[in-house]
């Protein structure tokens, strides 16, 4: 059974930064695109940043040029760097593990992790 299990999360002021790792286990890492997304209060859920496979990247434009995503497929792991953080950022922050099969895409979620941006 995939699991995924985010961490690093916290209290930062703004301008500061944070870096959040996602740990996958039970099955094939390499072979599954992974994500973050994030959820503020009263809001949707929404994409942040996701690595593919075989490792292209691709950010929302609300953390381009602040946010880096990536993986290491010898520790089954995917970090976020997250540097400028603003106010807006804050939010739980959710990894996600997928993967598309013949009988379609399959997703895995962690419990999330909290970033609060504040002074």
């Known amino acids: 059974q995939v699991q995924v299990a985010e961490s690093g999360g916290g209290l930062v002021q703004p301008g500061g930064s944070l870096r959040l790792s996602c740990a996958f286990s039970?099955?094939?890492?390499?072979?599954?695109?992974m994500g973050w997304y994030r959820q503020a209060p009263g809001k949707q859920r929404e994409l942040v940043a996701a690595?593919?496979?075989?490792?292209?990247?691709n950010y929302d434009d609300s953390v381009k040029g602040r946010f880096t995503l990536s993986r290491d497929n010898t520790k089954n792991t995917v970090y976020l760097q997250m540097n400028s953080l603003k106010p807006e950022d804050t939010a739980v922050y959710y990894c996600n593990a997928n993967k598309i099969s013949p009988s379609g895409r399959k997703d895995y979620w962690g419990q999330g992790a909290q970033v609060t941006v504040s002074s």
């Open positions: 690595i593919t496979s075989g490792g292209k990247t």
């Open positions: 039970g099955s094939s890492f390499s072979i599954y695109a």
